[in-house]
């Protein structure tokens, strides 16, 4: 099992900054993707950003060039930056975990509002 905890969510005004962080504890494969997904209100869950194990990257065509994933200095854990936030980007985020050859493990998500 993978237990995965959030933080950094909260309200920002547009043009605002907030950083996401995500701790993965447990059965955590070496080759693994992790990875940040959103939920807007009353919409489908979609992927954000991604982060192999390997360090390569993707994301969202609308985050590009505003938010960034990164892998911490302890491998288990990923952050996203999110610069220039946007109302459209207010959301809950969830923190995503799939070990490959393994399972997907979601975290409970943290809310991100942007409101002036």
């Known amino acids: 099992q993978v237990q995965l905890v959030e933080s950094g969510g909260g309200l920002v005004q547009p043009g605002g900054s907030l950083r996401l962080s995500c701790a993965a504890s447990g059965s955590v494969f070496v080759a693994n993707i992790m990875g940040w997904y959103r939920q807007p209100p009353g919409k489908e869950r979609e992927l954000v950003a991604t982060?192999?194990?390997?360090?390569?990257?993707r994301y969202l065509d609308s985050v590009k060039g505003r938010f960034t994933i990164s892998k911490g200095d302890a491998r288990n854990t990923v952050y996203l930056q999110m610069n220039s936030l946007k109302p459209d980007d207010t959301a809950v985020y969830y923190c995503?975990?799939?070990?490959?050859?393994?399972?997907?493990?979601w975290g409970k998500g943290t809310l991100v509002t942007v409101s002036s």
């Open positions: 982060i192999t194990s390997g360090g390569v990257t």
């Open positions: 995503n975990l799939y070990n490959i050859g393994g399972g997907s493990y």
